[in-house]
């Protein structure tokens, strides 16, 4: 591919959310691992893979913490804490491609994952768009939503969606 430009893959990721379990989701390291075999397979050089993680605001923005006894100190500490932990969910991403010669960037933005992946694709314009999908029943998306349900039809590239393997789904096939 000499002269020629790298196919960019943008790759939403996110953390796990089975608790104890401060690593990437099964379902992000699943579209990343599909990536790698399916699409880069050998040709490291034609690719370049875009890592976007999107952290979710909570609610009452306190997140574990007793709203009633916050302090400005505790505000601090939330966002050092959710800053540290979107940096060490990029960085597992970002060493496996230095690992075997990938070229990447990644970033972290605020807000609704779906709306901001979105958003991301239109300013970024990458080739591809891979998401990671847990596979869930019509009545648990009702309840919970799908950022790749809507990446497919709202994103403005081609989108393509990694169902994780059933031997990977958790107790609670919402955890991932």
Not at 52 to 70: C, I, K, N, R, T
Not at 71 to 84: G, H, I, L, V
Not at 112 to 127: A, G, L, N, T, Y
Request: aromatic share 10%; net charge negative.
């Amino acid at each position: 591919m000499e002269g020629a430009e790298a196919t960019r893959i943008m790759i939403g990721v996110n953390e796990s959310t089975i608790k104890g379990y401060p690593h990437a989701s099964i379902s992000s390291r699943g579209a990343f691992d599909w990536a790698l075999q399916k699409i880069v397979r050998s040709n490291t050089s034609g690719f370049k893979f875009l890592f976007l993680h999107v952290q979710v605001p909570d609610e009452d923005g306190f997140d574990d913490m007793d709203s009633l006894y916050a302090s400005p100190q505790d505000f601090k500490n939330m966002k050092y804490r959710d800053r540290t932990r979107g940096l060490h969910l990029l960085e597992y991403f970002v060493n496996r491609c230095h690992e075997i010669g990938v070229a990447c960037e990644a970033w972290i933005k605020m807000g609704d994952p779906k709306e901001v992946i979105c958003h991301e694709v239109k300013r970024v314009q990458p080739d591809l768009l891979v998401v990671g999908s847990r596979g869930l029943g019509p009545f648990q998306r009702v309840f919970v939503g799908t950022v790749s349900e809507f990446c497919q039809k709202h994103a403005e590239c081609p989108v393509i969606s990694i169902k994780r393997r059933a031997d990977e789904t958790p107790q609670d096939p919402v955890d991932d």
